[in-house]
T-cell receptor
Framework: GQQLNQSPQSMFIQEGEDVSMNCTSSSIFNTWLWYKQDPGEGPVLLIALYKAGELTSNGRLTAQFGITRKDSFLNISASIPSDVGIYFC??????????FGKGTRLHILP | EPEVTQTPSHQVTQMGQEVILRCVPI?????FYWYRQILGQKVEFLVSFYNNEISEKSEIFDDQFSVERPDGSNFTLKIRSTKLEDSAMYFCASNVAAEQYFGPGTRLTVT
């Protein structure tokens, strides 16, 4: 079945540092999505990527969809305390289910 | 801003009991989904629903599970006879294009 490999599993960084996480798959997806989940809450959509090679920003967040449609990265610049949480990459076929990665847990040290 | 809502936020039930989890998707959305997340694990697809029928379901979605859109706004997930391993967060999601929006979840605890 389709699986997404997300890395790293967790990150410990200092406030103000930049963050980079990525996701790879053996399958091609039409759309790549990045979600953030805070404890006890549902995933919140951060960025959606539709085209191979697409680079999209949302504030301090930047994500790119790989040329092969099998990978993506998410960068967070100048991290702040509210960036703490779990970041999930997700692949989606058109109007189909979302396959989630296992998540990257971001910790920010004071 | 429109959002997906879910009730209840937390449901405690005894093993073997039936539970119904409720969702109100975003009003102009056409595709509806249920996902679950066991504590500390990734979000897993359960079922997708379009045009009043199931489009796809995962192997988790066995005969104990059913979904229904009883009216124009609600979307429900029923677990007929709950098991301990059904304890998880259950998320409803909806979309009209590719961007899927999730509700806040219902935490189901089976004792």
């Amino acid at each position: 079945g389709q699986q997404l490999n997300q890395s790293p599993q967790s990150m410990f960084i200092q406030e103000g540092e930049d963050v980079s996480m990525n996701c790879t798959s053996s399958s091609i997806f039409n759309t790549w999505l990045w979600y953030k989940q805070d404890p006890g809450e549902g995933p919140v959509l951060l960025i959606a990527l539709y085209k191979a090679g697409e680079l999209t920003s949302n504030g301090r967040l930047t994500a790119q969809f790989g040329i092969t449609r099998k990978d993506s990265f998410l960068n967070i610049s100048a991290s702040i305390p509210s960036d703490v949480g779990i970041y999930f990459c997700a692949g989606q076929l058109w109007d189909d289910k979302i396959i989630f990665g296992k998540g990257t847990r971001l910790h920010i040290l004071p | 801003e429109p959002e997906v809502t879910q009730t209840p936020s937390h449901q405690v039930t005894q093993m073997g009991q039936e539970v119904i989890l409720r969702c109100v998707p975003i009003s102009n959305h056409l595709y509806f989904y249920w996902y679950r997340q066991i504590l500390g694990q990734k979000v897993e697809f359960l079922v997708s629903f379009y045009n009043n029928e199931i489009s796809e379901k995962s192997e988790i979605f066995d005969d104990q599970f059913s979904v229904e859109r009883p009216d124009g706004s609600n979307f429900t997930l029923k677990i007929r006879s709950t098991k301990l391993e059904d304890s998880a967060m259950y998320f409803c999601a909806s979309n009209v294009a590719a961007e899927q929006y999730f509700g806040p979840g219902t935490r189901l605890t089976v004792t």
